[in-house]
């Protein structure tokens, strides 16, 4: 099983609609968690930060649900824009002890007109 | 936020020979920076982790003769593909954090390698 799984897709949305993600993990020691967005063939930036209460920015929601082990990102009121792939990254700790941050395979999110 | 800077942004090489790739810190100096490898349509794969002044910490499967690591400053780490084959053509990318104690990771714009 991979320590971060992903969804592929693609998810293919119209303009305005709301879509959500998840992304499941298999160390239950995982303490930090994101959403990267990637564009194509670009590097990845930080989209957010995932905390445990949960937390917005602007159209998106992200959510941790330990219990479960996943990760979601919800978006509402999709825009062209937003098609990119989106990478959950989760903060894993190695039975070395050391940690390292393990990204997701992406989901890939197409917005149409 | 931190600015990572990488080069070549784009390189062809011929099979048999090396292709170095630079990651520059720009506004911060980075004791540790992260080299990627990511192939068409897969997951970013951590190949090392670079440490100024040390040996890099490479994961389990990277051969370290082939990929060598030099962090000689707090600003610059640099990637060499030795003897590179076209199973090497890959899109590498290296980050680092920007601030002791943060996760978030900034990236350089990647450089894209194929080897005929």
């Known amino acids: 099983r991979k320590e971060v799984e992903q969804d592929p897709g693609p998810f293919n949305v119209p303009e305005g609609a709301t879509v959500a993600f998840n992304c499941t993990y298999s160390?239950?020691?995982?303490?930090?968690f994101f959403w990267y967005r990637q564009d194509c063939r670009k590097e990845p930036k930080l989209l957010m930060s995932?905390?445990?209460s949960g937390n917005e920015d602007g159209r998106f929601t992200a959510q941790l649900n330990r219990a479960s082990q996943y990760i979601s990102l919800l978006i509402r009121d999709s825009k062209l824009s937003d098609s990119a792939t989106y990478l959950c990254?989760?903060?894993?700790?190695?039975?070395?002890?050391?940690?390292?941050?393990?990204f997701g395979s992406g989901t890939r999110l197409q917005v149409q007109p | 936020g931190a600015v990572v800077s990488q080069h070549p942004s784009w390189v062809i090489c011929k099979s048999g020979t090396s292709v170095k790739i630079e990651c520059r810190s720009l506004?911060?100096?980075?004791?540790?920076m992260f080299w990627y490898r990511q192939f068409p349509k897969q997951s970013l794969m951590l190949m090392a982790t670079?440490?100024?002044?040390?040996?890099?910490?490479?994961e389990q499967g990277v051969e370290k003769d082939k990929f060598l690591i030099n962090h000689a400053s707090l600003t610059l780490s640099t990637l060499t593909v030795t003897s590179a084959h076209p199973e090497d053509s890959s899109f590498y990318i290296c980050?680092?954090?920007?601030?002791?104690?943060?996760?978030?990771?900034?990236f350089g714009e990647g450089s894209r390698l194929t080897v005929l």
């Open positions: 980050s680092a954090r920007g601030r002791q104690g943060s996760m978030e990771l900034f």
């Open positions: 990254v989760v903060n894993i700790r190695a039975d070395t002890g050391r940690r390292a941050l393990t």
């Open positions: 995932v905390y445990s």
């Open positions: 670079s440490n100024e002044g040390s040996k890099a910490t490479y």
């Open positions: 506004d911060f100096q980075a004791t540790t």
């Open positions: 160390n239950s020691a995982s303490q930090s």
